[in-house]
Each structure stands twice: as structure tokens, then as C-alpha cells.
């Protein structure tokens, strides 16, 4: 059997305004043009930017003079940029007469604009304006048969309106970027609008974004309806959606939070109004109240040239902070059920501060004493004990509340009681302060270590600017979030959660069975559409016969990269020097996989409950935490990776620990027959 030792670096990826009129189905921004004549070269670089000392991504924030920000990370490791554009409008701007339209609008700049898409635009404008005025009065309209006469003349306008359409071209030439994961999302504060484009491909990617967001176009909107019907009709189905929103209308039931939800109701979902999407439009997707995120290889003032060119005529518009009541505070266990066709699980949830708050910050703390995956008092007192088939806390943030969350599924023959009492009993033992005094360090270094393996990803730098934009939080603030956290001693965190955890919390009770309240949108009759997936707008002709300059390739000499030995037991050694971080990875690999033995799952499944003779399970868990370190066992159907990775200060100790378990790990027949049960 051939064994290899590697180690090195370790890679983890993560998961404008205007006004043309009420009854218009087109919005378009005045004077948003690219200036006529000018060029990059033309415009001033920034004398200074929005910095913090001790960034470990090295944030750049420029604004422009018209509210535009600019988070920018470079990152050269690979010749590409993840690029957000972030808006700060969500489902809880809703109007509460017409919710699901953020996330419906999010669909809909995808279509594209005048430009974008458009080949006879003012014939097309002409029929847009009457399918906006047709469904205000289908809106109106409460008799059926009439109604369905009014969607009948949307149904045959909309087909003659898309014989003027060049199809999908906002995917064709993001496409013709070399774009990956082109994608948008929209949650309670936030659209976000996301591309992975090449390097060299920048200027273009700026080029076409400024176009798309110049004006909003509801074409093809009934036949995009469909698809948001689907949607909402498979999201019926899903059970965490449920359990979500009992929780979310219980904590917070005069908030949008708890009254609407992202996907929206039912029935706005079948009554649409272009006139209160344009009207949002115009509201929110604002040059101040919009963000480009960008983290990859480019360089920071050639970006705020490229923005001033194509964005710096958008037009400013004030945007007025968003008005709530207070929620009123639990004062005793409410206590939910919902049913679906999943197995049962069970949920506790408290309501507390928004993001931008010190409370905020020791929630953190607390779920991290709680659990995080290795050490933490679930950890340890109920998975390493195989108490329960799954647990673990959560927080969500949102602007305004933040959620604290238990989460528990039961064993074979356990009741979701059981499960609530074992959740209850581990915070029970955060408020005594039942946990050792160093667990705080070690949770503030175990987060500050999962910074650095994330800041590997330019996705998750992306998303880290992004959430601070969103979230109203000052990069400074973000950036020194841990080391305030560590200075929170043990008293202040057991105080804090004996003033908050309380009898003020909502439970969820998920069971399996038939949920009768499940109510599906039907959808209209909807002509199927033939469009033009071969012609293609002047805009799109232009933008892909400008070609950007190709990037000059990059060879690595593996042979001078990766170095080699062979150490004195025979092993081979190959390593490369991680010269980014303070971090390492060692895998020992052995090629013996699943078909070699078809009990290796089953042994690795087994491994996490085991200690040796020296060491409890609970006690190498504990140990490998204090380190800032993570030991674990994959296997495939050819090979077993058997890894230790984290931080290099703990290298030495972390191969001692790493040989001694296998060394010496002891067997357990209990535990064995348990993992047995839990599978079965």
C-alpha cells in the first residue's frame, strides 16, 4: 500500500431612477449616458480611499459624488473577479399590498432595457404600455370570467410584443465574458446581483451593467410570472420555508419580517402590478443606495475610473431610511406546529438587536460556545454523546432584528420534547456559566481562523462587503469585530445570556405528516411564446464585436513548486510553501477507497466518537479546538484522505496529536452500534 503525505495551502470556496408616468411599462433613467468622448485615461484617479489599519483583505471604499460606493479586495491568485452589485432594497420594502415584487424585479433585470434586447423599441414600448395598463385593471377587476377575459388580451399582446425581442441577451453576453455563476438573489434588505467574469473582461462587464440597471423593462413578464409561480408553488413543499415563517410571523408580527415573506403571498402573486415595480424601481435602485463589489485581480483606481465613466451620470435621488414600530417583547413560550413530509425536527428561536449592534456581537459568542462543530458545549455534551441525530445553534442578522436559534433532530424513538429539553440544557449551562473559562480565546480564534481559510475565496470576500453594505455596518467596525469579541469575559457573556435567554422564545415543532393548509397559486392560461434567439439588438451586435485584449497566459513550473522527499519510513513526502496566510493543510492519503472495503464508510462514520488511551473523544475534540486545528477522514471509492489543517503555530503539536490517534485509537462498541441505529 502506497502512502503519500502532503501538505501545504489549504483552498475552501464558499456558498436608475426616474419617472416616465404611473402607467408606464418602462423606467428609464435621464442623462445616464456613458459622457460622450471620454476615456479612462481622461479621468482623475481617487487621492484617497476609505481604508482600515489591520484589514486582512485590504478593503478600498470609494464613493462616487452621486452616493455610488465601491468595495474593492484585490486578490491576484487567479487572473478573475467576483463582482456584486448590490442594492439595499428587499422584501421587507414590499409594499404590503403587493408583496413578492423585490424578488420579482430581481427576474425581471435579466430582460434587459431600450438597448438591451430591443429590436423595434418603439413599437414594443407601445404594447408594454398597454399590458401595464391591463393588468391595473385586471387588479381591479373582481368578477372571474372578466378577469380572465383582461388576461386574455395580456396573453395576445405579450406575444406580439416578443416578436420584437432579441431573446435572453443579457445571458449572451455576459456569456461572451467568460462569465461564471451568473446569478441574482433577494432576501429581506438586499438584491444582489452576481457575476465571476475574467480579469481582462472588466471594462466590458462595467459597460454592460450600466446599461442593464439604467432602466427597468417588464417584457416577457407574464411568461417570467410562470416561473416565479413555480417557484412559489415548490416552496410550499419545503418545510424549513414553514417552520421559518411561524417563527418569523411570531417574533415579529407587525414587522415585514413576520407579515411578508421574500417569495410573497399568493395573491399578489396573481394579481402583478407593472406600476408598483416601476415605482419601486425608481425608489430604490438609486446610484446612493447602491453598491459594486468587486474582489479579484484588477487594479483599485482603474476601477473608479471605469465607475465614473459608467456610472457617474446616474442620477442621485434621496431614499428615505425605513419607519418600524418596535416589536413587542415575548414575555412567555409560544409554541408552534407545523407538518410537512420531512422527518421531525424541532426549533427554539429568540428575537433580538439588529446586525449593527453589540448584542449582535455576543449572540456570536454564545452560539459559539454552544456549538461550533468541534468543541462547543452540543458539540460535546450531545453529539459527541450521541444524544440526538442533529443539533446546533444559529444566528441570523438581519438591519433591524437578529435571531438566535436551536436546533435539534430527534434519534429513533426520541419526541421532539426530548430533543427540547437536551437544547434547553446546554444554554441552561451557558447561563450558569457551566462551561471552562478558555473556551471564549479558543471560540474567538477558531472564528478568526475561519476568516482567513474564507478570505481564500473571492466569493466570500464579496459577500463579507456586501453584507457590511447591506447591513449598515462600518468596515472598520467589521474588521475589528473579533478582537472587541475577545474582550468580552466570561461574566459579561453568562450576565448577558441570563438578561436575554428567558421564557421569551418561539418553538417550532416540525412533525411528519399531511399539511392541509398548503395553498398553490394556479397558473393563467399562458400562450407559449416564440421567440428570437437569432436575431440580435444593436447594442449586443456592438458589445460583442468589442473585444477585450486576451490575457497572457501563465505557466508554473511544478517542478520547481512542489518540493519532494522520501522520509525514513518510506513514505513520500511532496509539499508546497503556503506563502498567503498563516495557515496549513496535510492530507495522508492511502489508495484504498470504497470498493477496496466496503466498510470504510462505515469506519469513518465511526472515528469521530473514538479517543485513545490517553485522550477521551470529548478530550480530543477539546484539544484539537484549543489548537485551531480540524482532524478528519474522507474517503472516496479509490482512496482515503486522512487531513489535519489550521493554524502553522500549532503544526508541531497538531502531527503529534494527528499520529497518536492513529496510533492508538481505541474502539467503543456502543458507540459503533449507535452510528449503526443513526444510519439505519
Known amino acids: 500500500m502506497n502512502r503519500i503525505l502532503r501538505w501545504g495551502t489549504l483552498f475552501l470556496s464558499f456558498a436608475i431612477a426616474g419617472n416616465l408616468g404611473a402607467q ?14 471620454m476615456t479612462i485615461q481622461d479621468l482623475t484617479s481617487p487621492e484617497t480611499y476609505e481604508t482600515v489599519k489591520g484589514d486582512p483583505i485590504n478593503v478600498k471604499i470609494h464613493t462616487l459624488a452621486n452616493g455610488l460606493k465601491i468595495y474593492m479586495s484585490v486578490n491576484k491568485d487567479e487572473p478573475r473577479i467576483q463582482t456584486n ?32 434586447g430591443a429590436l423595434d423599441w418603439e413599437q414594443e414600448k407601445i404594447y408594454l404600455e398597454k399590458i401595464s395598463d391591463l393588468y391595473e385593471r385586471h387588479r381591479a377587476e373582481k368578477d372571474p370570467e372578466k378577469r380572465k377575459g383582461i388576461y386574455a388580451q395580456i396573453d395576445q399582446l405579450s406575444s406580439l410584443a416578443a416578436e420584437l425581442v432579441a431573446a435572453n441577451e443579457y445571458d449572451k453576453m455576459a456569456s461572451a465574458l467568460g462569465a461564471k455563476g451568473t446569478n441574482a438573489y433577494t432576501w429581506v434588505e438586499q438584491t444582489v446581483y452576481i457575476n465571476d ?4 473582461e472588466l471594462e466590458r462587464w462595467m459597460q454592460l451593467e450600466s446599461e442593464r440597471f439604467r432602466m427597468c423593462v417588464l417584457r416577457l413578464f407574464h411568461t417570467e410570472l410562470e416561473a416565479v409561480y413555480e417557484e412559489y408553488n415548490i416552496n410550499q413543499d419545503r418545510d424549513f420555508r414553514k417552520v421559518s415563517q411561524a417563527v418569523n410571523e411570531t417574533l415579529f408580527p407587525s414587522h415585514p419580517y413576520g407579515t411578508q415573506t421574500t417569495i410573497g403571498k399568493g395573491e399578489h402573486l396573481k394579481n402583478p402590478s407593472h406600476v408598483k415595480i416601476q415605482e419601486y424601481f425608481s425608489k430604490y435602485y438609486v446610484p446612493n443606495n447602491m453598491a459594486i463589489v468587486l474582489s479579484g485581480d484588477f487594479d483599485p483606481d482603474q476601477v473608479v475610473k471605469m465607475a465614473e465613466k459608467y456610472f457617474g451620470d446616474y442620477i442621485t435621488k434621496s431614499v428615505e431610511p425605513f419607519q418600524y414600530d418596535e416589536q ?23 428575537a433580538f438587536p439588529g446586525a449593527n449592534t453589540k448584542e449582535a456581537m455576543y449572540l456570536d459568542l454564545v452560539r459559539g460556545i454552544l456549538y461550533n462543530r468541534q468543541a462547543g458545549l452540543i458539540d460535546l455534551n450531545i453529539l459527541q454523546q450521541q444524544k440526538m441525530l442533529e443539533a446546533r445553534a444559529s444566528t441570523t442578522k438581519m438591519e433591524d432584528y437578529s435571531i438566535f436559534k436551536l436546533y435539534g433532530k ?8 426530548d430533543v427540547q429539553t437536551l437544547l434547553l440544557a446546554e444554554l441552561a449551562n451557558v447561563k450558569a456559566g457551566n462551561f471552562d473559562e478558555d473556551l471564549i480565546a479558543a471560540v474567538v480564534k477558531d472564528f478568526k481562523l475561519s476568516e482567513i481559510r474564507n478570505n481564500e475565496s473571492n466569493n466570500a470576500r464579496a459577500y463579507f462587503m456586501t453584507s457590511a ?19 468580552i469575559t466570561k461574566d459579561e457573556l ?52 468589442n473585444q477585450a485584449e486576451s490575457l497572457a497566459p501563465t505557466f508554473l513550473d511544478y517542478e520547481a513548486l512542489i518540493q519532494n522527499q522520501t522520509l525514513s519510513s518510506g513514505i513520500e513526502l511532496d509539499y508546497i510553501h503556503n506563502t498567503s496566510n498563516p495557515l496549513f493543510s496535510m492530507d495522508l492519503i492511502l489508495d484504498m477507497g470504497r470498493n477496496n472495503d466496503q466498510y470504510m464508510a462505515l469506519a469513518i462514520a465511526y472515528l469521530p466518537y473514538l479517543g485513545t488511551s490517553k485522550y477521551s473523544p470529548e478530550a480530543l475534540q477539546k484539544e484539537f479546538f484549543r489548537l485551531g486545528l480540524s482532524f478528519d477522514v474522507t474517503t472516496t471509492s479509490d ?11 500549532s503544526f508541531a503539536e497538531g502531527v503529534a496529536l494527528f499520529e497518536h490517534i492513529l496510533a492508538d485509537v481505541q474502539g467503543n462498541q456502543e458507540a459503533l452500534d449507535n452510528v449503526v441505529k443513526d444510519i439505519m
Open 24 to 37: 408606464s411599462s418602462v423606467l428609464s433613467l435621464p442623462a445616464i449616458q456613458n459622457p460622450t468622448g
Open 328 to 350: 413587542p417583547v415575548m414575555e412567555k413560550v409560544v409554541t408552534k406546529e407545523v407538518f410537512g413530509q420531512e422527518a421531525a425536527w424541532m426549533e427554539m428561536s429568540w
Open 197 to 200: 467574469i475574467p480579469s481582462n
Open 639 to 649: 482512496r482515503m484522505y486522512v487531513s489535519l489543517s489550521g493554524l502553522d503555530e
Open 85 to 116: 452589485i448590490a442594492v439595499r432594497a428587499g422584501s421587507k420594502h414590499d409594499p404590503a399590498e403587493t408583496t413578492g415584487l423585490a424578488h420579482y424585479l430581481e427576474h425581471m433585470l435579466f430582460k434587459g432595457t431600450n438597448k438591451i
Open 494 to 545: 453568562v450576565a448577558f445570556a441570563n438578561r436575554f435567554f428567558g421564557d421569551n422564545y418561539v418553538a417550532v415543532f416540525k412533525r411528519t405528516g399531511e399539511d392541509e393548509s398548503v395553498a398553490k397559486v394556479e397558473k393563467p392560461a399562458i400562450t407559449p411564446i416564440s421567440l428570437n434567439r437569432e436575431e440580435a439588438s444593436e447594442f449586443t451586435e456592438a458589445f460583442l464585436a
Open 469 to 487: 453594505f447591506i447591513l449598515g455596518i462600518d468596515w472598520k467596525d467589521y474588521v475589528e469585530r473579533y478582537d472587541e469579541m475577545a474582550k
Open 410 to 417: 430527534p434519534r429513533e424513538k426520541q419526541t421532539l420534547d
